[in-house]
Nanobody, 120 residues
Framework: VQLQASGGGLVQAGGSLRLSCAAS????????MGWYRQTPGNQHELVAA???????NYADSLKGRFTITTDNAKNTVYLQMNSLKPEDTAVYYC???????????????WGQGTEVTVSS
């Protein structure tokens, strides 16, 4: 099982980006999916998460600006980021709890990280 993240880049403050993370491999079922970020100051925090039933959870400081969604047919989770601020600059990592056809229980998988830089 692999997670492939994409969509990061350089954007001016006030701009938008959409991150994508596609899960591939011998997937039987996907449970929760989410996005985390690590800031230049090495702060690691949850950005947003979504359950298999569609229930979402956001960091309080990001509510209203970021939206997490999934496309279950594509095993993909998205993070729409609007009104970006310089403090949103970070490496964004996707995470998913996946049961594969090979391993009999749910395990946590991480994408490789995609860098977001917001200029002032």
């Amino acid at each position: 099982v692999q997670l492939q993240a994409s969509g990061g880049g350089l954007v001016q403050a006030g701009g938008s980006l959409r991150l994508s993370c596609a899960a591939s491999g011998s997937i039987f079922r996907i449970n929760d999916m989410g996005w985390y970020r690590q800031t230049p100051g090495n702060q690691h925090e949850l950005v947003a998460a979504i359950s298999s039933g569609g229930r979402t959870n956001y960091a309080d400081s990001l509510k209203g600006r970021f939206t997490i969604t999934t496309d279950n047919a594509k095993n993909t989770v998205y993070l729409q980021m609007n009104s970006l601020k310089p403090e949103d600059t970070a490496v964004y990592y996707c995470n998913a709890f996946i049961k594969s056809h090979i391993v009999g229980d749910f395990r946590s998988y991480w994408g490789q990280g995609t860098e977001v830089t917001v200029s002032s």
